[in-house]
């Protein structure tokens, strides 16, 4: 069994905090943690412990999970806007100079990195309403302000590919505020099933890092190169069949009744797309909406797991051999989260659905911290194995 099968299938959580040095994130619009999580797994795998000396998320739901996840974490429902409250370029307030010595406090050679996924939602394009020009998207540029307070060794900020179209410019605006403050600035378009993610997911991922003498671009480009086969829904998921229906997440969602005949059409006539006089009139006609009320495949990746994982009518998200679509258990193990990971202390499914279709997967950070320590960025690291 490979290490990532072997990470996605524990039961028991690895203990992240044990190791010869240690290695400091603070996470930022953090979620349920999968950006702290593949740092942690990296980490672990190269010997190192992890501190977090700070995480934030507004929301209930997966703060708890985050929490439960890193008990040693200092973990804080609410807005990062609140701590880091002043403007780039300008002096530090009253509060984020509290911020900083907190941090500070807590990292004993320093902070390493910096990680944040900010609310992707105004960039998107399933947002028709404000999309590119949404108040949400100035959170973005509030990852350049944390890295003038809190002076991390590198910054990691993922969103949807669109970002870049921002009318307001977030991208160029926080790549022009970093470099100002000392960092060697790059950033592409990811696609993640060729990290071993096994799903289409693309995503947008800026790097900064302080002082380096050759750009980061060089660890970018290294990520756009394919490093292991496609990994199939077979080699995420299939296990999970053992599973089904022993507990409300290893259940899916209740479908209506004109659902069921779709998803029984699929199965009676073994086809993958559902035709057109079988979809909602909306959906009818020239459209490109072919993967919705699909049924996944075996031996292809999923495509981008979302909220709406749950749903037939949100994407292709029927069981390949199931007439069901698809359980949390099987999305978060799509979104490369392990079996040990405590989405069970929330019992609601919107709320699972919410956390693991916002999630960031893990494997992103995961090879990403990978090559900064093996690159020498991460300076805390080094010094201690010297």
Wanted: aromatic share 6%; glycine share 8%; hydrophobic share 40%.
């Amino acid at each position: 069994m490979d290490d990532d099968l072997q990470f996605l299938r524990a039961n028991e959580r690895p203990e992240y905090e044990r190791g010869r040095s240690a290695l400091s994130v603070v996470d930022l619009f953090a979620g349920c943690g999968g950006l702290t999580l593949g740092v942690a797994e990296a980490a672990r795998r190269a010997g190192v412990a992890l501190e977090i000396p700070l995480a934030v998320d507004f929301a209930e739901a997966p703060t708890r999970v985050f929490a439960e996840a890193f008990p040693k974490a200092s973990v804080i429902k609410g807005g990062v806007e609140e701590r880091f409250d002043g403007q780039v370029g300008h002096p530090l307030t009253p509060t984020e100079r509290e911020t900083a010595t907190r941090v500070g406090d807590q990292s004993n050679q320093g902070l390493d990195l910096l990680v944040g996924g900010p609310p992707c939602q105004g960039h998107s394009d399933l947002n028709n309403h404000s999309r590119r020009n949404d108040p949400r998207n100035a959170f973005y540029v509030r990852m350049a302000r944390a890295a003038e307070v809190l002076s991390p060794r590198a910054v990691i900020i993922e969103n949807v590919p669109t970002v870049v179209h921002d009318r307001s410019g977030v991208v160029e605006i926080t790549r022009s505020v970093l470099k100002d403050a000392g960092y060697a600035v790059a950033d592409d378009v990811i696609r993640l099933d060729e990290l071993g993610v096994p799903q289409t997911r693309r995503r947008h991922l800026l790097l900064g890092v302080r002082g380096a003498e050759r750009s980061p671009a060089v660890l970018i480009e290294h990520l756009t190169r394919p490093t292991v086969e496609a990994r199939n829904l077979a080699w995420a998921i299939e296990d999970l069949l053992a599973w089904e229906g022993s507990r409300p997440f290893d259940s899916s969602g209740r479908v209506s009744a004109t659902n069921e005949d779709r998803i029984d059409y699929l199965f009676e006539h073994d086809v993958d797309d559902l035709p057109n006089s079988m979809r909602p009139l909306c959906h009818q006609g020239e459209h490109s909406y072919v993967s919705m009320y699909g049924r996944l495949s075996w031996d292809r990746p999923a495509q981008t797991i979302t909220s709406g994982y749950a749903s037939m009518g949100q994407g292709r998200y029927v069981h390949p051999s199931r007439r069901r679509t698809l359980t949390p258990h099987e999305a978060a193990r799509l979104q490369f989260f392990p079996d040990w990971y405590p989405f069970d202390v929330v019992s609601k499914r919107g709320a699972w659905a919410e956390m693991i279709g916002n999630a960031v997967p893990p494997k992103l950070t995961m090879e990403l911290t990978r090559a900064l320590i093996e690159q020498g960025l991460l300076a805390s690291v080094v010094a201690a194995d010297e």
